[in-house]
Nanobody, 122 residues
């Protein structure tokens, strides 16, 4: 099970940190990703991190503003979001890929959290 939290309402230019706690004891063996879905749009890739945390991937739209990280001792992955824009408004989902290597492809992730809503006002 994946439990995402940390969403909320923030003004443009502000910051939020999302967290995703995993119940899976083997969490530290798997890649993790964050995706988002805006109203009326398809779910899209945001960021991903390999098992070790040494390699990360970002969508071009968030590169330089968002940072993905993980704490394997706490079975938690984070998404630090800075310089938020109204177009970042979406429901954010964390996902687990039962492999060590992360990808940017939605279908490669087998387990999904329930989502946490982020609203950025202009």
């Amino acid at each position: 099970q994946l439990q995402a939290s940390g969403g909320g309402l923030v003004q443009a230019g502000g910051s939020l940190r999302l967290s995703c706690a995993a119940a899976e004891r083997a969490f530290n063996m798997y890649a993790m990703g964050w995706f988002r879905q805006a109203p009326g749009k398809e779910r899209e890739f945001v960021a991903a991190i390999t098992r070790s945390g040494l390699t990360t991937y970002y969508a071009d739209s968030v590169k330089g503003r968002f940072t993905i990280s993980r704490d394997n001792a706490k079975n938690t992955v984070y998404l630090q979001m800075n310089s938020l824009k109204p177009e970042d408004t979406a429901v954010y989902y964390c996902a687990l890929r039962p492999r060590t290597i992360a990808t940017m492809t939605l279908d490669d992730y087998d387990y999904w959290g329930q989502g946490t809503e982020v609203t950025v006002s202009s």
